[in-house]
């Protein structure tokens, strides 16, 4: 039996969603490689030049360093579970009351 208070954990790793989405990718490369590869270069040239602007790069490096502190918070998180304790503190006691 299991105990109804703790809650469900997910299991670790890559789940079957993503991995479908890179195999999927992988075989539409494996295909197309040549006609993928001119389309990429392609939007590549068109897109990088304004990528690289100072204004939209200051930007997208913002939000990519907000991405990765969220994903490390969530990581540490995470293996910490097991450590987090919480203490209750009652409500009737006062400084004075000794």
């Known amino acids: 039996m299991t105990d109804k208070s703790e809650p469900k954990q997910r299991p670790g790793g890559i789940g079957p969603f993503w991995w479908g989405m890179i195999a999927g990718l992988g075989i539409v490369v494996a295909i197309f490689h040549k006609p993928v590869f001119g389309f990429l270069g392609e939007v590549a040239g068109g897109f990088l030049p304004m990528m ?47």
Request: glycine letters at 8%; proline letters at 4%; hydrophobic letters at 45%.
């Open 52 to 98: 690289f602007s100072p204004g939209f790069f200051e930007v997208s490096c913002a939000i990519l360093g907000f991405t990765i502190v969220l994903v490390v918070l969530r990581i540490l998180r995470r293996e910490q579970r097991d450590e987090w304790v919480e203490m209750e503190v009652g409500d009737d006691s006062k400084p004075g009351d000794q």
